[in-house]
């Protein structure tokens, strides 16, 4: 298959097994610094390749959830605990001011719906369950939408790529330009976001 940035991404599923997938998708979700990882792409190439045979898809769903909603838990408890050291953080090379910044304006717009809808957006979904912690939200409810999010993503998106995989035939043909559709869908949200506060902040 072509590469995809210069990562040929069922080379890497392939390498890494679900093990290491559930590991991508906890830190994207979990850690501060998993902002950059390609969790999108990389859940539909797993189902695709579960529709192949290489992965089992029950699995593999399973864990994706269970992952992504212990990672969004554990963001809400770095929220939480470190709260206002996170907001007077400097900038670095894996952390920017205005992540937190794009965040915060997004999590004010959709209110708790966030967890949910932020789950698709890259960065923002590193960052949401962040703020939620940060703002004391209360955990019950957080983990409701959490639940939701988590199923949404963790589970739905590589029940996509296997479906797909399973009812075209020769999918694997148009899997380079599928992943790269899902990669500027994810992309022209904040791309939206950033371009429409920066206009906001020239006027």
């Avoid at 996509?160 to 043909?173: H, Q």
Wanted: charged content about 15%; hydrophobic content about 50%.
């Amino acid at each position: 298959m072509e590469s995809l940035l210069d990562i040929d991404l069922v080379t890497v599923v392939q390498t890494i097994g679900i093990a290491g997938i559930a590991g991508v998708i906890f830190a994207e979700t979990g850690l501060l610094v998993g902002f950059f990882l390609p969790g999108d792409s990389l859940l539909f190439t797993a189902g695709f390749l579960a529709s192949q045979g290489l992965l089992n898809i029950v699995v593999l769903t399973l864990v994706c959830f269970v992952s992504a909603v212990l990672g969004d838990s554990v963001g809400y408890a770095i929220g939480r605990r470190l709260g206002p050291r996170i907001f007077t953080r400097e900038n670095s090379r894996f952390f920017q001011r205005e992540y937190i910044e794009r965040t915060k304006i997004f999590y004010e717009k959709y209110g708790g719906k966030t967890i949910i809808l932020a789950r698709f957006i890259p960065i923002i979904r590193t960052f949401a369950p962040v703020l939620a912690g940060v703002g004391k939200m209360h955990y019950p409810k957080f983990l409701s939408y959490n639940l939701i999010g988590g199923f949404a993503w963790g589970a739905c998106v590589p029940l996509a790529g296997y479906f797909l995989g399973s009812m075209i035939p020769s999918v694997d043909r148009y899997l380079f330009p599928i992943i790269g559709g899902i990669i500027v869908v994810s992309i022209v949200p904040p791309l939206y976001d950033y371009w429409r506060h920066r206009k906001i902040k020239k006027a």
